[in-house]
Structure formats: C-alpha cells, structure tokens
C-alpha cells in the first residue's frame, strides 16, 4: 500500500472510532438525563419508586421505540400531515361544492350571532 492509502485507512478508521465514542457518550448522557429527570419528578408528582441508570436507558430506548426518536423526528406527526393536512385537494370540484353547502348549514357566517329556536 502507498502512504496516501494508508494515510485514509487510518483517517477513516479514526473517524468511525470518533464518532462511535462520540454516539455512545451521547447515548449515555441521554440515559443519565432520563434517569435524573425520573428521580427527581416521578417519586415526588406519582409516588413511584427511584430508578437505576440501566432502568433510564431501557426507558430511553423504549421511549425512542414508541415515538420514533431515531427517525430524524417528527416521524409519526410528518405521516400525519401528510395524510391530513390537505383533505380537500383530493375531492373533485363537484365534491367540494357539495360539501361546502352542507357545511353552510352548519354554523352561521362570521360576524352573525347563532339563533336558537
């Protein structure tokens, strides 16, 4: 091997091993916030009894697995919106006009006060 492919083995090499020290220092004082935020909240507001460093990173790792921590976030809301956000742009003209005359009915226009009967 010449010098400038050892010189990138060994540099990449490095910066994988830096960076997997740098994630699990992060995991780890993820884990220790989980921990301090729990011992200090939970035994006060719940009565519910003190936990072990090991118990916040289970809790940590179950939370990330039920709300999607790991997937750059918003995971469940960006489907959500995806799904939501524009409800009318997939009915028809015919559709809409429909359905804004049923919900004519509905409410009294801005500005005007609600009658009873």
């Known amino acids: 091997m010449t010098d400038r492919v050892a010189h990138a083995v060994a540099t990449g090499i490095s910066r994988a091993l830096m960076i ?43 939370s990330w697995i039920l709300f999607g921590g790991l997937r750059g976030g918003r995971g469940f809301q960006r489907a959500w919106n995806r799904s939501w956000e524009r409800p009318f742009d997939r009915l028809t003209p015919e559709e809409r006009e429909h359905l804004r005359r049923g919900l004519r009915g509905c409410a009294p226009p801005a500005g005007e006060p609600e009658t009873t009967v």
């Open 20 to 62: 997997l020290i740098l994630v699990l220092v992060v995991f780890a004082g993820f884990g220790e916030a989980v921990l301090q935020l729990w011992n200090w909240l939970m035994p006060a507001i719940f009565k519910l009894p003190a936990i072990t460093y090991w118990q916040g990173m289970g809790l940590l790792g179950l």
